[in-house]
């Protein structure tokens, strides 16, 4: 299962941050965290990962809380084209890791106008 | 920008029939993967390839589903026997290396068991 805790449901304005939350209450020293969104039964896409520093790319940020029992996924300025399931996967790696990963529910974001 | 593609994008096929579905990885990619969606639930991971083995498989993964890397530029799934509860999206992915690199997936083939 899952390791992680996600609202499943979300809305945001167009044109607003959107900051999708994600409890991993029992995260170990070596699991990152990972956001992967799905845009309606496309193929998952990545966006993000981290292992405790708060990250950027030119797709969002992650921001980790210093304990790393939580996360928040920040869209900076949504779009309608952003209405997707968005993921949050904790996963270890390890040397030889195969990249496995598991899903969850994950949170509906619905953008609207 | 580079993408994974896969074919056929829907299949139908009658129970107990076999199926293969295709894949082309990103062409530096070295590990090769498979997930299954049935509708309406989570994503799945089914099994992961490198270096022409399996590395992990999923307790879905039984003797039913096979990979193979037939050349350098494929990655198949094959389903012997195909039952309704294989009814899902499929989805390919691969990944340059393995760890925390990210996995690309592929847009998925819709499998209809009838």
């Known amino acids: 299962d899952a390791k992680t805790t996600q609202p499943p449901s979300m809305d945001c304005a167009e044109g607003r941050a959107a900051n999708l939350p994600c409890n991993h209450s029992t995260i170990s020293g070596n699991e990152y965290v990972y956001w992967y969104r799905q845009i309606h039964s496309q193929g998952p896409q990545y966006i993000i990962h981290g292992l405790k520093n708060n990250e950027t790319n030119e797709m969002a940020s992650l921001i980790i809380t210093e304990d790393r029992k939580s996360s928040t996924l920040i869209l900076p300025h949504a779009t309608l084209r952003d209405t997707a399931v968005y993921y949050c996967i904790v996963r270890v790696n390890y040397g030889g890791s195969q990249g496995n990963l598991i899903f969850g529910k994950g949170t509906k974001l619905s953008v609207k106008p | 920008e580079p993408e994974v593609t896969q074919t056929p994008s829907h299949q139908v096929t009658q129970m107990g029939q076999e199926v293969i579905l295709r894949c082309v990885p990103i062409?530096?990619?070295?590990?090769f993967y498979w997930y299954r969606q049935i509708l309406g639930q989570k994503v799945e991971f089914l099994v992961s390839?490198?270096?022409?083995?399996?590395?992990?498989k999923s307790e879905i993964f039984d003797d039913q589903f096979s990979v193979e890397r037939p050349d350098g530029s494929n990655f198949t799934l094959k389903i012997r026997s195909t039952k309704l509860e294989d009814s899902a999206m499929y989805f390919c992915?691969?990944?340059?290396?393995?760890?925390?690199?990210?996995?690309?997936f592929g847009q998925g083939t819709r499998l209809t068991v009838v």
């Open positions: 390839f490198y270096n022409n083995e399996i590395s992990e």
């Open positions: 062409s530096n990619h070295l590990y």
């Open positions: 992915a691969s990944s340059e290396i393995g760890g925390i690199t990210e996995a690309f």
